[in-house]
């Protein structure tokens, strides 16, 4: 599943294109993805000119000039193709403008589409449950010190609780709590707040430097312009299964299954 830096990519790349451009055509290929899509769309969309693309966790936002807003997820294997050669099956959202078209694909049809009146957007079910962006500045050692004390559940699975952080998956955690130096079962309650402080400042490193390298593209992610992000090529631990810690410290990465996902980590600089 794509994630959040993923997605972030994903935004910028639209955005490049489409920011301040006018929607002059919308086209629905199928009646539904994962829902239907709703039945306005083309309706609102098509004349509207885009006036910003942001993120909220795993999911895009693409904003207009009029009242509603576009809020997309690209679910299992989803991606959007940026004037791509001809068309293809899985292709199931089309937008022009007068010098691009942008097209939905996603094989699967786990991602979904929804159309909110921009008022409304942060009042959204989906979105009013969520913690606070791991990028932004409201995520501190002190909050997650409040939303973990005296909890006895695993801290690698309350990080992956989008009520206490929005958007961060299972790679970037795995690799957050290495460079942190902090076991991922370890109770959230056990963490100290010297670690809380470290593991902050190792979230966003991780999760920015997935960005600027495109992403993991694991399995069928691609960015908007076809290319293939690379930052796979920098795991420490995720997928790293008996292999050796990069800190030389004489650890092999192990895995095990926590919380129905894999986790991987060192035994050794992880306490």
Same mark, same amino acid.
């Given at each position: 599943?794509?994630?959040?830096?993923?997605?972030?990519?994903?935004?910028?790349?639209?955005?490049?294109?489409?920011?301040?451009?006018?929607?002059?055509?919308?086209?629905?290929?199928?009646?539904?993805?994962?829902?239907?899509?709703?039945?306005?769309?083309?309706?609102?969309?098509?004349?509207?000119?885009?006036?910003?693309?942001?993120?909220?966790?795993?999911?895009?936002?693409?904003?207009?000039?009029?009242?509603?807003?576009?809020?997309?997820?690209?679910?299992?294997?989803?991606?959007?193709?940026?004037?791509?050669?001809?068309?293809?099956?899985?292709?199931?959202?089309? +937008?022009? %403008? *007068?010098? !691009?078209?942008? @097209?939905?694909?996603?094989? =699967?049809?786990?991602?979904?589409?929804? $159309? /909110? #009146?921009?008022?409304?957007?942060?009042?959204?079910?989906?979105?009013?449950?969520?913690?606070?962006?791991?990028?932004?500045? +409201?995520? %501190? *050692?002190? !909050?997650?010190? @409040?939303?973990?004390?005296? =909890?006895?559940?695993?801290?690698?699975? $309350? /990080? #992956?609780?989008?009520?206490?952080?929005?958007?961060?998956?299972?790679?970037?955690?795995?690799?957050?709590?290495?460079?942190?130096?902090?076991?991922?079962?370890?109770?959230?309650?056990?963490?100290?707040?010297?670690?809380?402080?470290?593991?902050?400042?190792?979230?966003?490193?991780?999760?920015?430097?997935?960005?600027?390298?495109?992403?993991?593209?694991?399995?069928?992610?691609?960015?908007?312009?076809?290319?293939?992000?690379?930052?796979?090529?920098?795991?420490?631990?995720?997928?790293?299964?008996?292999?050796?810690?990069?800190?030389?410290?004489?650890?092999?990465?192990?895995?095990?299954?926590?919380?129905?996902?894999?986790?991987?980590?060192?035994?050794?600089?992880?306490?």
């Amino acid at each position: 599943m794509p994630e959040l830096p993923e997605v972030e990519t994903t935004v910028r790349g639209l955005a490049r294109f489409l920011q301040g451009e006018r929607i002059v055509s919308v086209r629905v290929n199928r009646p539904d993805m994962r829902r239907p899509f709703p039945p306005d769309l083309v309706q609102a969309l098509t004349g509207a000119t885009v006036s910003g693309l942001t993120r909220r966790a795993k999911y895009g936002i693409l904003h207009t000039d009029r009242d509603h807003a576009m809020v997309f997820h690209l679910g299992m294997s989803g991606r959007w193709r940026i004037d791509p050669d001809q068309p293809e099956k899985h292709d199931h959202l089309v +937008l022009e %403008t *007068a010098e !691009h078209v942008f @097209a939905l694909n996603d094989p =699967r049809r786990f991602g979904s589409v929804d $159309l /909110l #009146l921009a008022p409304e957007l942060d009042a959204w079910p989906p979105f009013a449950a969520l913690g606070p962006e791991p990028l932004g500045d +409201l995520l %501190t *050692a002190a !909050h997650l010190r @409040a939303a973990t004390k005296g =909890r006895k559940q695993a801290i690698k699975l $309350l /990080l #992956l609780d989008q009520r206490i952080i929005a958007g961060l998956g299972n790679i970037y955690v795995c690799e957050a709590l290495w460079r942190s130096g902090i076991h991922p079962r370890k109770a959230g309650g056990k963490v100290t707040m010297p670690q809380l402080e470290r593991l902050v400042p190792m979230i966003r490193e991780v999760l920015e430097q997935s960005i600027r390298d495109g992403g993991s593209t694991l399995r069928d992610f691609a960015q908007p312009d076809g290319e293939l992000g690379y930052f796979a090529t920098r795991f420490d631990v995720y997928g790293r299964e008996g292999q050796a810690c990069h800190r030389d410290d004489g650890g092999v990465i192990r895995r095990f299954v926590q919380g129905g996902r894999s986790t991987w980590f060192c035994p050794v600089c992880q306490k």
